[in-house]
């Protein structure tokens, strides 16, 4: 089942480590982010409305996100209040409330809870093929629906998981985030994968961040090949 990842010279560690060692450091890593920044309540619990936070949150703030996401539920309630909403309507809701690409994003908030009204009978399909044939759903979004809306064990890999598996070489340097998914899935235990997302996001907002990580301040040194000038940031895209 390992050895089905490395498929091109784009899947290629920096440095050598055996697969039972990469596991058994994935785990103790994932082992010590959840310790460090445990989270309460990890299920929202609520499809709909998770998915359509992730449609707003694309390309922008989560201070921003969350604000608009509440006062989008205020004024519409629900899914067939907003599958009845005019695109335009929806489309001037987001832009008055600063939300970027708002054409797109209205279109996308209206038409997909139209089709999950007619199609799905009003209930989010929870199946990542399912959910990927919904307006401005991608991967990302489908596997946030699945663990943060459905608390189905998934790992939607963002901007932060990218990164940080990267950088901690759980996934090689230069694979595309769906591939960062499969090395994840196979290296860390099912019953953890639902705190993957939050757990690394949480990290990389406080410590592992983009452009200067405070290595300083990681629990994972370690653990951690960025540290030990084993992968560089030229070597992560
Ligand atoms: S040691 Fe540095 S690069 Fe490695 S996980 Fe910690 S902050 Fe990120």
Known sequence: METNLQSSSHDEFTFAESWEDKKKRAQEIVKRLINTYPREKILI???YKTLIHCIISQRMRDEVTYRVWEELFKKYKD?????NTPVEEMQEFLRKNGVGLWKTKGEWIVKASRIILEKYGGKVPDSIEELMKLPGIGRKCANIVLAYGFGKQAIPV?????RISKRLGLAPPKVPPEKVEEYLKQLIPKDLWV???HAMVD??????K??????DECILQDLCPYFKGQITREDIK
């Open 195 to 197: 705190y993957v997302n």
């Open 45 to 47: 619990g609520e499809p």
């Open 158 to 162: 963002d901007t932060h998981v990218n």
């Open 79 to 83: 899914i067939k209040t907003i599958a």
């Open 203 to 208: 990290h990389g907002k406080m410590v592992c």
């Open 210 to 215: 983009p452009i200067a990580p405070k290595c």
